[in-house]
């Protein structure tokens, strides 16, 4: 076989993805918080980009913004009757834009591949005037700030510790405590860091143990009860040894408590009480990281007429504007100058028609989501139904990984509350009748209605498949397990023992 240099032709087809297609699919599938930080990075690094605040005023003193040929991205904000007609012209150039099929993969370069987690004053709670004439404001509580817990220890070590060396000691373990109050790591690997005795470490932390609140640097939720308890002075020999047999306690073994503690049941019960009513978690009253307040990407309400107006929630979206006039000010007299201008022009312009298009797209799966869950939104979660990816895909002509992308971190508020847009997409079963099958949800919430309801008579995994057959649902015991340990409830057996110790559980 002769090796030699040759040209060949070839015709073939492929999916090209470009720079900007990619772009408007990986803008898809962020969250708002992700999305503001894009769009922040966009505005630092684009000097055509400008943001404009919610009465269309520009944030920067500067020359005046012109709309480039795109719109501005709160054009988007309009409100949706569900008369979603696929041959609208930018619906069309949505779905052209940015629907592709789940085999396109991409680099981890995105935001939302990148680790943003969580920003700083994007969350804006509106829970009341700001005002210096709102009669409710109150200034005491603006300017106060409540202690966190290694504060408030760090305050008792400089009480307690007189000895320099154990006071380091002391301030070293309350560094390491953690928001519940508990000291997770081990004596021996402290002591080896600070080059100081193990015995040394382990008497300053049994002093430390005395703290305010009581239990708070226990290493493990044995010791934070016991410190309780020997507050108290209700540690006796019965109770420490319950408390070194705190699995059975879990999985309400009365028996082996019984043999174990010797004692009767009634001595159990008791004893199990006073354990029910100390604080397994000392540190959880003090200040710690304020959780971010959750935004909905899509308001639904109920329409004066009937039906439902789904409306895109104008906080989750960018007003961007390019800045042409300034385009024109710099001028275009240096070659390199132009093409930099130009590509800045360029990015921008694509940037706020992902923008518009991404938030048509959102709104388009939403109100197809909401004309299949209306039951649901009108009676409840156990009238929600069965639904998958296809069938919204189908129905509003797009890829399935498309509106997996839009359904992922965004999150609708209805009357019935917030959700995750993939709250609604729940697996059917079947029902018993050859009717309309289950929403997997409603029954996990029949499940739990069932068991809430049970009373003395405690409902085993058989009983409950028997009734809900009852109900016109088709279920096996194994999956019926699997729902009630979703869910978080005990077995029969364990309720049964719960029940015992505590006729009010």
């Known amino acids: 076989m002769v090796m030699a ?150 305050d008792q070590v400089s009480l307690e510790f007189t000895d320099p060396v154990e006071r380091a000691i002391a301030v070293h373990l309350v560094g390491l405590v953690d928001e519940a109050g508990y000291l997770r790591e081990p004596v021996s690997e402290i002591a080896e860091r600070l080059g100081a005795p193990a015995e040394q470490v382990e008497a300053v932390l049994v002093r430390c143990q005395g703290f305010d609140p009581t239990g708070v640097m226990a290493r493990d939720l044995a010791e934070c009860l016991r410190l309780q308890l020997v507050e108290r002075d209700r540690c006796d020999p019965a109770m420490a040894a319950l408390l070194d047999h705190l699995d059975l306690l879990a999985v309400r073994d009365t028996a082996a408590l019984m043999r174990i503690c010797g004692v009767d049941a009634e001595d159990v019960a008791d004893m199990i009480r006073e354990i029910r009513a100390l604080n397994p978690r000392p540190g959880a009253a003090f200040e710690h990281e304020t959780a971010q307040t959750l935004i909905p990407d899509v308001l639904v309400r109920r329409a004066p007429e009937g039906g439902w107006t789904v409306e895109l929630n104008s906080e989750t979206l960018p007003r961007l504007l390019v800045n042409q006039r300034y385009l024109t000010k710099v001028g275009t007299h240096n070659k390199a100058t132009k093409t930099y201008l130009s590509d800045c022009l360029s990015s921008a312009n694509w940037l706020l028609r992902s923008l518009d298009q991404r938030a048509t797209t959102i709104l388009k799966v939403a109100s197809e989501i909401v004309r299949q869950q209306d039951t649901f939104l009108v009676k409840g979660v156990a009238h ?20 997996s992308r839009v359904t992922s971190n965004k ?65 096996a015991r194994r999956t019926v397990a699997k729902y009630r340990e979703a869910l978080n409830i005990p077995s029969s057996v364990q309720r049964r023992r719960q029940k015992d110790l505590d006729p009010k559980a």
Request: glycine letters at 6%.
């Open 5 to 154: 240099p040759r040209l060949e032709l070839r015709q073939g087809q492929a999916l090209v993805m470009t720079p900007q297609l990619q772009q408007a699919i990986k803008l898809l599938q962020l969250s708002n918080l992700e999305l503001v930080a894009y769009v922040e990075q966009e505005l630092e690094r684009n000097p055509l980009l400008e943001r404009i605040d919610a009465d269309g005023a520009q944030e920067f003193d500067g020359a005046e913004a012109e709309p480039a040929e795109a719109p501005a991205v709160e054009a988007t904000q309009g409100l949706s009757d569900l008369d979603l007609d696929p041959d609208k012209p930018r619906q069309a150039e949505a779905d052209t834009a940015i629907d592709a099929e789940i085999d396109n993969t991409f680099t981890n370069d995105g935001p939302s591949d990148q680790g943003y987690n969580s920003y700083d004053g994007l969350i804006d709670g509106r829970g009341g005037s700001a005002a210096f004439d709102d009669e409710r404001t109150d200034f005491t509580e603006l300017m106060s700030e409540r202690q966190t817990l290694r504060e408030h220890l760090a």
């Open 384 to 403: 929600l139904r069965p639904l998958n990816l296809r069938t919204i895909a189908d129905a509003i002509g797009m890829h399935e990984s498309t509106v």
């Open 411 to 475: 999150y609708m508020a209805t009357p019935r509350g917030i959700f995750e847009l993939k709250y609604f997409f729940t697996a059917a079963i079947a029902s018993t009748d050859g009717g309309a099958a289950h929403s997997a949800e409603a029954v996990r919430h029949r499940i739990k209605s069932l068991i809430d309801a049970e009373g003395k008579a405690v409902l085993s995994d058989d009983r409950l498949v028997e009734l809900l057959k009852e109900d016109g649902i088709d279920i």
